[in-house]
């Protein structure tokens, strides 16, 4: 089936410092890529959609500022916490979506701020 | 908006009984309903799905009715087995924005031998 490599599968970093997330589509084109953050024991919540060579779509209350997203070819979208602090802990995952069908999931990056 | 309730876990259960996890949801359109599970330290990975009202989706041994009527998606399976532990997530997507999914928050469970 279809592969989607998220690295790194975990992070921790210091306050202030920025961190970045990559999302590979190993065996398809990603037209489409999604980012998620899931708090502990809650669901994941969207928080933006990226189309290759666009700029990304964010969801109410996302600081795109914060959460800079990058979609440059149809095989890797980043995502970059910039000044990242204790409150942006949490799970980020990703999932890319050929042209037609569903999207497929990265394996997620936990990410803590200490 | 569109949400997805689904119950709360941990559920634990032992080896060959059987498991129910609800799901219902609030959508303004025609969803699609979907399960998702994610085993210890991997990523989400489709298990089944249902585009229409009657749908039953079915993989390894689960399955789940999209029920318009009582607007549920419940998961089912008659006889677990300890490699079904995991989390569990239902999901909705509406198909004009197919790909982007709303989340329940996940029911953990726990099969023992």
């Known amino acids: 089936g279809a592969v989607v490599s998220q690295h790194p599968s975990w992070v921790i970093c210091k306050s202030g410092t920025s961190v970045k997330i990559e999302c590979r589509s190993l065996d398809f084109q990603a037209t489409t890529m999604f980012w998620y953050r899931q708090f502990p024991k809650q669901s994941l919540m969207l928080m933006a959609t990226s189309n290759e060579g666009s700029k990304a779509t964010y969801e109410q209350g996302v600081e795109k500022d914060k959460f800079l997203i990058n979609h440059a070819s149809l095989t890797l979208s980043t995502l970059t916490v910039t000044s990242a602090h204790p409150e942006d802990s949490s799970f980020y995952i990703c999932?890319?979506?050929?042209?037609?069908?569903?999207?497929?999931f990265g394996q997620g990056t936990r990410l803590t701020v200490v | 908006g569109n949400s997805v309730t689904q119950m709360e876990g941990p559920v634990t259960l032992s080896e060959e009984a059987f498991l129910t996890i609800n799901c219902t949801y609030t959508a303004t359109g025609y969803p699609s309903l979907f399960w998702y599970v994610q085993y210890p330290g991997e990523g989400l990975q489709l298990l089944l799905k249902a585009t229409k009202a009657d749908d039953k989706g079915s993989n390894k041994g689960f399955e789940a009715t999209y029920r318009k009527e009582t607007t549920s998606f419940h998961l089912e399976k008659g006889s677990v087995q300890v490699s079904d532990s995991a989390v569990y997530f239902c999901?909705?997507?509406?198909?004009?924005?197919?790909?982007?999914?709303?989340f329940g928050a996940g029911t953990q469970v726990v099969v023992t031998p």
């Open positions: 999932s890319a979506r050929p042209l037609t069908g569903l999207a497929f």
């Open positions: 999901a909705l997507t509406e198909t004009d924005s197919w790909g982007k999914l709303q």
